[in-house]
Structures are given as structure tokens and as C-alpha cells.
């Protein structure tokens, strides 16, 4: 199964200008397990002068279930995500976040 989703986002704030982002990820699901793989980009809509830019972010999220029982599964994935600014900070240059996430689903 394929998925995919555009996005736009208007802020409260209006100095900030508007996002929007988009989202193509893809499944695969056997017997008792289902991966998948998830890559997305945000930017801001229109640009901006540097002293407000906003970041341009990318993000892979890779992840997957395994079913114990016919109403449980046992969830987990990693996600990477990099920010890019074209304004440089000066104190910190790290501008990428990882995550990685273990869980449980119930279904009913």
C-alpha cells in the first residue's frame, strides 16, 4: 500500500509565513508483521528576508508492527529529521533531531 499527503499550514503569527509540507510513505504487510518507510519535506511558502527564516525540514521515518495476537502488536521505529536554516546559528550547528519509539496497539 502507498500513501501520500500534501499539507498547508497558516500560522497565528502573522510575520511567519505560511507551510506546507508533503508526506510519501509506503507499506508492506505480511502475516504477522507490517513495515514501513515514510519520507516528508516542509518548507515555508513563500520566502522570507533571514532574519525570519523559517527552517526547511526533511524527515525519514522508518518503522513496523508485529502482531502478538489477532488485537495486539507490538510497535517500534526510528525517525530522523534534519532542519535546514539559512541564517547560521553561531552556538549550535546541530540542526538534525532522531527519535526512536517503542510501543503497543490495541485494536477493537
Known sequence: M????????QGATPALAAR??????????????????AASADRAEIDRSPSVADPTAYALDVGGAYNISRNIALTGGVKYKI???????FRDQRRDSQAVYVGTAFKF
Do not use: P
Not at 502507498?2 to 499550514?9: F, G, H, L, R
Not at 506546507?20 to 518507510?37: I, L, P, W
Open 2 to 9: 502507498e500513501a501520500a499527503d500534501v499539507s498547508k499550514a
Open 20 to 37: 506546507e509540507g508533503a508526506v510519501v510513505g509506503v507499506s508492506y504487510s505480511v502475516k504477522k508483521f507490517t513495515g514501513r518507510v
Open 83 to 89: 532542519e535546514r536554516e539559512q541564517l547560521a546559528t
